[in-house]
C-alpha cells in the first residue's frame, strides 16, 4: 500500500512538468466569428480599400491544404505600396503576454489569391514581431496561387509584451490568412504555480510516508 501511495505521488510530480505547450494567440483561427483580441488597421495613404475583413466561409475553390479547426479566416484585398506600412498601412496586429528570452515557434495558414505571380500583380504579405520583419517573413507573389500553404518560423521574444503583426497587399484580389498559433519551444522553463502545488505535494506524501516505514520498522 505505501508503495503504491509513493509511486503515485512520483507520477503527480512528474505529470506536473510535463503539461503540453500551447498557443499564446487569442482567436488565432477567428473563431468567435469577428476581430476578437485582434487591433485592425485601416490604410489611410497611399492605398485604396477594401482593408482587412472576415471571410466566412473560405472561398470555395481553393486547393491545397485546408487549415485545420476553423472555417474562418482575415482577408484584405487592400491595393497600393501604402498597405504594407507598419504604422499607417493596412493591419492586423495582437499583443502577446511572452516570456522574456523564450523562443517561440510561430505558424499561420496563408492562401495569396488567384494572382500571387511575377507579371501579374504584386501579391504582399508581411510577418513582424514587435516591429522587426520576421526572417524570411515577407512573402511575396508566391507560387502556387489560390493554395492554403502552411508557414512556420521561429522567433524570440525580448520582454513579457511582444506584437504580432501582418500587413497585406493583393492587387487587384485578395488574400487569406488564418490558424495563427505562437507556441513556446521545448526548454528549461520554471514551474507553474499548479505545477508547483503537486510537486510540493507529491514530495510529501513521500516524505510522510518514510516517517510510517521507519515507525514500524522500531516496532
Known amino acids: 500500500m505505501a508503495r503504491n501511495i509513493l509511486l ?23 473563431t468567435t466569428g469577428d476581430f476578437t483580441g485582434w487591433t485592425v488597421n485601416t490604410c489611410g495613404s497611399g492605398c485604396t480599400t477594401p482593408a482587412w475583413l472576415l471571410a466566412n466561409p473560405f472561398p470555395g475553390t481553393i486547393g491545397g491544404t ?28 495582437q499583443t502577446l ?11 499561420f495558414y496563408y492562401d495569396p489569391g488567384p494572382h500571387a505571380v511575377a507579371g501579374d500583380q504584386v501579391t504582399e504579405l508581411d510577418v513582424l514581431w514587435n516591429g522587426s520583419l520576421v526572417s524570411g517573413g515577407q512573402i511575396v507573389n508566391v507560387t502556387p496561387v489560390n493554395t492554403w500553404q502552411l508557414y512556420s518560423y521561429t522567433v524570440t521574444a525580448t520582454s513579457t509584451s511582444t506584437v504580432l503583426e501582418f500587413t497585406g497587399r493583393d492587387d ?48
Open 8 to 30: 503515485v505521488g512520483i507520477a503527480l510530480a512528474l505529470l506536473a512538468t510535463s503539461a503540453a505547450a500551447s498557443s499564446i494567440v487569442q482567436n488565432g483561427g477567428f
Open 66 to 93: 485546408t487549415p485545420p479547426g476553423t472555417t474562418n479566416a482575415a482577408s484584405t484585398g487592400c491595393t497600393g505600396a501604402g498597405c504594407t506600412n507598419t504604422s499607417t498601412g493596412d493591419t492586423i496586429s
Open 97 to 107: 503576454a511572452t516570456v522574456a528570452s523564450q523562443v517561440y515557434t510561430l505558424t
Open 172 to 219: 487587384p484580389d485578395d488574400l487569406f490568412l488564418s490558424d495563427i498559433s505562437v507556441t513556446p519551444q521545448a526548454g528549461p522553463t520554471v514551474p507553474e504555480p499548479v505545477s508547483l502545488t503537486l510537486i510540493g505535494g507529491g514530495l510529501l506524501g513521500i516524505g510522510a510516508i518514510g516517517a510510517i516505514l521507519r515507525r514500524r520498522r522500531k516496532i
